[in-house]
């Protein structure tokens, strides 16, 4: 099993930074990709970044493209989201999520954090 704890949400002003962590613990040799996802209310969950945990390979959504960065920190199994340049619309639950696709070639999030919340004021 892999678990997740997510931190770091908070109220901050349009324009403004954030940085989200997420602390992987159990069996992290199962991981292919970790990736952050957000859910605001009466939306779908959507997919925000991800990376490889071994290559660390970056993919991102285009919404936020050029503003959040996701980083990884393998010896301290932890992720990052440094979000920069927030707007209103970047108001969601955040959530880390454990990607275990292995041999196969199609994403699987197996495991999900708590979440945290992000609330960007106008």
């Known amino acids: 099993q892999v678990q997740l704890v997510e931190s770091g949400g908070r109220l901050v002003q349009a324009g403004g930074s954030l940085r989200l962590s997420c602390a992987v613990s159990?069996?992290?040799?199962?991981?292919?990709?970790m990736g952050w996802f957000r859910q605001a209310p009466g939306k779908e969950r959507e997919f925000v970044a991800a990376i490889t945990w071994s290559g660390g390979i970056t993919d991102y959504a285009d919404s936020v493209k050029g503003r959040f960065t996701i980083s990884r920190d393998n010896a301290k199994n932890t992720v990052n989201l440094q979000m920069n340049s927030l707007k209103p619309d970047d108001t969601a639950v955040y959530y880390c999520g454990a990607d275990t696709r292995g041999s196969s070639n199609i994403r699987q999030y197996s495991y999900w954090g708590q979440g945290t919340q992000v609330t960007v004021s106008s």
């Open positions: 159990g069996r992290t040799f199962s991981i292919y990709a």
